[in-house]
């Protein structure tokens, strides 16, 4: 497919059956877990997906030009969200999934996963993919357009894995704002898997040994069937 992001392939098998679709945070790129993904071993073969965000303005940069997902005005949970931005950001997920489907790849074998915006995103369109995904990983993350969650939702979706993790002393992207996050979709029903460790704005590695005990673990269980 040729409207994809252009994006970073690793390939850990033959013929693998399973995608993860990973999204760097704001100012990184598709580079930027790589390398963890090379750390983990899983029980199957995995293609994984590293797409690079388009460059663009970002307001709380002071316009800066840069990789993001969306703008951000502000790093206060009531700012003004940038809803185009953000749509077209999962318009572009959506063609990264379009594209693992047309090469074989069932819904129930493709994983989401980000960090911080990244997160964000994958959070925002796996909950809303009109096929139920095999799951989401949401790192040092937060919900979007928590007001639109329930009209946009997919039904599909409502059982889908969630693992979100956050450091307890993250000053970007606040503790407090994961856990609400996390707790605002236990109350709607969904299943979440909370892990916090003791870290800001980054990753752990004992936090990738959990992601890969979770993701082995969803991997090995049996394909969801509809």
């Not at 139920?132 to 997919?154: C, D, K, M, P």
């Not at 709607?188 to 003791?198: F, K, N």
Request: one cysteine or more.
């Amino acid at each position: 497919m040729n409207n994809v992001l252009p994006h970073i392939t690793l390939e850990t098998g033959k013929s693998p059956q399973h995608s993860i679709i990973w999204l760097h945070g704001l100012g990184a790129d598709g580079d930027d877990f790589v390398s963890i993904a090379e750390e983990m071993s899983l029980p199957v073969a995995i293609r994984y997906l590293f797409p690079h965000a388009p460059k663009q303005p970002v307001t709380i940069n002071g316009g800066l030009v840069m990789r993001a997902w969306y703008d951000i005005t502000a790093f206060n949970v009531n700012a003004k969200q940038d809803v185009e931005g953000i749509r077209a950001s999962q318009a572009a997920i959506e063609a990264l999934i379009a594209q693992e489907k047309q090469r074989g790849i069932v819904a129930d074998n493709i994983f989401l996963a980000g960090f911080s915006q990244g997160g964000a995103i994958a959070l925002h369109t796996g909950l809303r993919h009109k096929s139920r995904l095999g799951g989401i990983l949401s790192l040092s993350s937060y919900l979007l357009q928590v007001e639109t969650l329930s009209s946009e939702a997919s039904a599909a979706a409502l059982d889908i894995p969630i693992f979100m993790a956050h450091g307890n002393s993250d000053q970007v992207v606040t503790y407090t704002r994961g856990i609400d996050s996390a707790d605002e979709l236990k109350k709607r029903g969904y299943q979440v898997d909370w892990h916090q460790y003791s870290m800001q704005h980054s990753v752990c590695p004992e936090e990738v040994r959990d992601i890969q005990t979770w993701l082995t673990h969803k991997l090995n269980t049996k394909p969801y069937i509809p």
